[in-house]
DNA sequence: ATGGTCGGCAACCGA
């Protein structure tokens, strides 16, 4: 059966609640995985996704700042938020998905929203920047993030690194330009191959090909200048990786009145 | 080389 699953830093959940309505009605995940929902839980609106077929709600939230959520049409099993470098900002959520979502075999889906790391890609004098790096590093060390050779797990999210050459509009010129650094790339391609997690949307759109899912808030025509970096992200566990058919970027949502500046990307699985 | 825009929440912080 097929699985979809979607990412999406949606930059307030609240305020664009409709333009998230009009994504699930037409791409119809079967589960959402939101980032920087900016809501706490008790203001999530959970009324609005039980009306849309969305029951099944995993919230790690606060006020203003950060925060995701993972909501779904199929039960989960479970679900756990895990805090990183000792602080509570919201930025992890995870869910299993089993036996009740009708799956023989159950799939762990974690969620993430990995820090941006402010302007300065200095460490010494952007404590940010620093925040960062260590979040990158917590990832890479983390036990939970290393599912077992047998095991189907799958981490999306907004990892705000652009690793590749061709994730970024111009790699020379973003070279010194946080999300596509040496030191935080390096750091992010460790931490996967520490869980030895598969880049999917690169296995299925190899470079050279060009790949965005965010394009800056500042520029005059996003559009015609294209100055786009891949900040979000789907990694598979060696188990999945030959189950995901597809993976859509649905870049039109850039250009909606009001948008996010990250557009959803949705993996589809035949599980 | 520089500054450009958002959202939350009520002055700036974070992105």
Known sequence: ?????ATWNINSVRLRIDLVAKFIKSARPDVLCLQETKCPDDAF???RFKRLGYEHVALNGQKGYHGVAIVSRVPFERSSAENFCGKTDCRHISVVLGERAGLREEITLHDFYVPAGG??????VNPKF??????????????????????????????NVAPLEHDVW??????KVVSHTPIECEKLDRARDSG???DMMRVLTPEPAKLYTWWSYRAADWRAADRGRRLDHVWTSGALAGQVSKITVAKDYRGAERPSDHVPVMATLEV
């Open 119 to 124: 302007d300065e890609p200095d460490p010494e």
């Open 196 to 198: 030895r997690w598969i």
């Open 170 to 175: 111009s790699h020379k010129q973003m070279l």
């Open 130 to 159: 620093q925040h960062k790096l260590d979040f990158l590093d917590e990832m890479r060390a983390h036990a939970g993030l290393r599912p077992a050779d047998k095991a189907r797990a799958i981490l999306v999210g907004d990892l």
């Open 1 to 5: 059966m097929p699985l979809k699953i």
């Open 45 to 47: 609106p959970l009324k």
